[in-house]
């Protein structure tokens, strides 16, 4: 039996799930402002104390390794390091775009879609995407690209897609697919359990202090222009 701690704040919801062999058996959620940094740690202690376990209990932490947000993804990996060094834990880490691709699985969709299409929200028309076959395996590599009439056209000449993710609604008509499925949702927590359980009994177990996540884009710091003084 296998216990495994997840959470994923790639995105602009919080969202903390305890699963076990594979099997979500308490989670929490958040989309409310700045909720990552506030809600994460209580979250983890609430799923725990609700299923009358400690961290020492569990097998592992797994954590979504973006791509995303830079704020939350540096709380999400900050938070699971520090269980893991503190409880002597694994670390376990899945891409953002391949929890949202399992949602959509879990959910469900008709016969007639050939291709499921991850958007994480990179502002403006920008999105990161990848695109995978119906039965979760990523087909094409992880990029941001900006979303226009051409983007996906050839992965659409083999039929309709489901587009899902918090980049979905807003590519809806620059994309120009009407029989496409288009899920403005975010990543959540409880779509790890099958990947964080597959990852565990593979041995995929990241190097807690070197590990980072994949923001894609590299983050650059800014200087503020206004005079202070």
Same mark, same amino acid.
């Given at each position: 039996?296998?216990?495994?701690?997840? !959470?994923?704040? @790639?995105?602009?919801?919080?969202?903390?799930?305890?699963? &076990?062999?594979?099997?979500? =058996?308490?989670?929490?959620?958040?989309?409310?402002?700045?909720?990552?940094?506030?809600?994460?740690?209580?979250?983890? %202690? &609430?799923?725990?104390? +609700?299923?009358?376990?400690?961290?020492?209990?569990?097998?592992?932490?797994?954590? @979504?390794?973006?791509?995303?947000?830079?704020?939350?993804?540096?709380?999400?990996?900050?938070?699971?390091?520090?269980?893991?060094?503190?409880?002597?834990?694994?670390?376990?880490?899945?891409?953002?775009?391949?929890?949202?691709?399992? /949602?959509?699985?879990?959910?469900?969709? @008709?016969?007639? =879609?050939?291709?499921?299409?991850?958007?994480?929200?990179?502002?403006?028309? +920008?999105?990161?995407?990848?695109?995978?076959?119906?039965? %979760?395996?990523?087909?094409?590599?992880?990029?941001?690209?900006?979303?226009?009439?051409?983007?996906?056209?050839?992965?659409?000449?083999?039929?309709?897609?489901?587009? !899902?993710?918090?980049?979905?609604?807003?590519?809806?008509?620059?994309?120009? @697919?009407? +029989?496409?499925?288009?899920? /403005?949702?975010?990543?959540?927590?409880?779509?790890?359990?099958?990947?964080? +359980?597959?990852?565990?009994?593979?041995?995929?177990?990241?190097?807690?202090?070197?590990?980072?996540?994949?923001?894609?884009? /590299?983050?650059?710091?800014?200087?503020?222009?206004?005079?202070?003084?």
């Amino acid at each position: 039996m296998s216990r495994i701690i997840l !959470i994923e704040t @790639s995105t602009s919801l919080c969202s903390v799930a305890l699963e &076990q062999d594979g099997e979500v =058996i308490a989670s929490r959620e958040s989309d409310a402002p700045k909720a990552h940094a506030a809600m994460t740690a209580p979250f983890i %202690g &609430q799923v725990l104390e +609700e299923m009358g376990l400690t961290v020492k209990d569990c097998d592992a932490v797994c954590v @979504s390794a973006g791509p995303g947000s830079y704020t939350g993804l540096r709380v999400g990996v900050s938070t699971a390091k520090g269980l893991c060094f503190a409880a002597g834990l694994p670390l376990l880490a899945v891409g953002t775009l391949d929890i949202l691709a399992r /949602q959509a699985i879990e959910e469900g969709f @008709s016969e007639n =879609i050939k291709h499921i299409i991850p958007m994480v929200d990179a502002r403006r028309m +920008e999105v990161y995407t990848a695109t995978y076959g119906t039965d %979760g395996k990523r087909l094409t590599e992880v990029e941001p690209k900006v979303v226009d009439r051409e983007t996906f056209r050839e992965v659409l000449s083999e039929g309709p897609a489901i587009f !899902i993710g918090d980049g979905a609604e807003k590519c809806r008509e620059a994309i120009g @697919s009407a +029989e496409s499925v288009f899920i /403005q949702t975010c990543p959540k927590a409880s779509a790890m359990a099958s990947l964080a +359980e597959e990852a565990f009994k593979a041995g995929e177990f990241k190097d807690c202090a070197y590990f980072e996540p994949f923001y894609l884009k /590299q983050f650059i710091a800014t200087t503020s222009k206004k005079k202070l003084f």
